[in-house]
């Protein structure tokens, strides 16, 4: 992404932003999350997994790092792509095990029965139409192949100033969702295989500085912007990070696995839960 002028980096869209920074962007639980999505989707070398809304990449490559799958990640934000693209020479993977494009959930361009497992995260929350992006999920997805998701959903009724401070620094305004949202697909004809519930830690104000400082002074792609363009770099991805923080302390996640099923199966009538 070419160099930004100081009084435009606070006119950059969300994703914009993300993208000059490099942020990870990882899916809520991070690593413990993908491990999840791993092990009970019994992925392999053999299978072929598509990332829609990768962003920078993250879940992509350390999918392709833990199990050597064929992955393909999509995203709607091009300098994403570019960024996660460039990362696949940073880790020293093979290209041809592993690569990013330019792709709408909507309108996949993908043959029916293609993937084993279709990863989401939570980029599913923001899509424009949820219902049209599942379907073509399903459709380029192999039979009893699995739709990961880790939908973030509200414990409560949100605090409204909160969100209305995070659909400003989104610039669009979020749904909010609780977790009964997120349970059933039988209008999909999926299975809701696996399904497991984590909550937030809020972090401190020292945290947050501490995070923010150490994550921009890190990142080479920034060495180009004087003293002055790092502070309003920092106060932007401070303010952004110190409203997430607020709305995620009001939250819970899930991750879940759904199954594409091609015949009806009877439903459990004896549930269980962890002890």
Do not use: H
């Amino acid at each position: 992404m070419k160099k930004v002028k100081l009084n435009d980096i606070e006119k950059l869209s969300y994703t914009d932003f993300v993208s000059l920074i490099k942020e990870e962007n990882r899916p809520s639980g991070g690593k413990k999350t993908i491990r999840d999505i791993v092990q009970n989707s019994f992925i392999n070398d053999k299978s072929k997994v598509l990332e829609v809304g990768c962003t920078n990449g993250f879940s992509s490559l350390e999918i392709n790092r833990l199990v050597n799958a064929d992955v393909i990640g999509i995203d709607i934000n091009e300098n994403s792509v570019k960024n996660a693209n460039d990362r696949i020479n940073e880790y020293k993977l093979d290209k041809k095990k592993i690569k990013f494009e330019y792709g709408n959930a909507e309108e996949l361009k993908y043959d029916d029965n293609t993937f084993d497992l279709i990863v989401s995260g939570n980029a599913i929350s923001f899509m424009n139409d949820r219902d049209k992006a599942i379907t073509e999920m399903i459709r380029v997805l192999k039979p009893n192949g699995f739709i990961s998701i880790v939908p973030i959903w509200y414990k409560q009724t949100p605090d409204e100033k909160i969100i209305s401070k995070v659909n400003k620094e989104l610039g669009f305004n979020i749904k909010c969702t609780m977790e009964k949202d997120w349970l059933d697909y039988s209008n999909y004809d999926l299975e809701l295989y696996y399904k497991k519930d984590y909550t937030f830690i809020k972090a401190s104000k020292e945290e947050i500085k501490r995070y923010v400082d150490k994550m921009i002074d890190s990142k080479k792609e920034l060495k180009a912007y004087n003293k002055e363009e790092i502070q309003v770099i920092k106060k932007r991805w401070e303010r952004t990070i110190s409203t997430f923080n607020d709305n995620l302390a009001m939250a819970n996640y899930s991750v879940i696995l759904l199954r594409k099923n091609l015949v009806p199966e009877e439903e459990e009538i004896f549930k269980t839960r962890e002890i």
